[in-house]
């Protein structure tokens, strides 16, 4: 059995296998524990963290990863950015239009769909928005200007066409 480890802040890689740990960086020994208390990146000064390889079906996750869930019979469907090690950005459920992080797993057992891979700057334009509240509450176009793809939402265009069909029928 092998375990991956990951340095939080580089993402530089180390790998445990068989009692055996190798890695693509400098690393410094703290101690006898496990590698999560004794094995830090020297260039960061962080202790390795294991790394959380997420999917969706066969289909592996990468930092930047535009996902959106929700159940085909709704119109209202969240967005989000996969930005790495199980963890996803995007606006806060219910009230609060908060960006926060979360663990990926609060859509566990819920149908999702990979939209579009948005790549670091995508992942890296989530993360610096954490804390930040939206003037819109749609999270769709939250995710569109994460990933450089421009404050476009067909949740919000979807509304707009059935209001606009509402007055061309008086």
């Known amino acids: 059995m092998s375990i991956s480890y990951c340095c939080p802040n580089c993402n530089k890689k ?15 020994l703290t101690g006898n524990g496990p590698v ?9 000064d962080r202790y390795l963290v294991v790394e959380i390889v997420a999917k969706i079906g066969e289909t592996v996750l990468l930092p930047g990863d ?3 869930t929700g159940d085909n019979s709704s119109s209202q ?51 610096s928005r954490i804390g930040e509240y939206l003037v819109s509450s749609n999270s769709e176009l939250f995710v569109g200007e994460c ?12 509304v707009a066409r059935i209001i606009a069909a509402g007055f061309a029928t008086r």
Do not use: P
């Open 14 to 28: 180390g790998k445990l296998e068989n009692g055996t740990f190798s890695c693509d960086m400098n690393i410094t």
């Open 36 to 44: 999560e208390t004794s094995i830090k990146c020297t260039d960061c």
């Open 66 to 68: 535009w996902l959106m």
């Open 77 to 127: 469907k969240q967005h989000f950015i996969y930005i790495g090690n199980g963890q996803i950005v995007g606006r806060q459920s219910g009230g609060d239009k908060k960006v926060v992080s979360e663990d990926m797993r609060v859509y566990q057992g819920k149908k999702t769909w990979l939209i579009y891979r948005g790549g670091a700057v995508a992942a890296n334009n989530a993360k």
């Open 147 to 158: 990933c450089s793809r421009g404050a476009i939402s067909k949740q919000v265009d979807e």
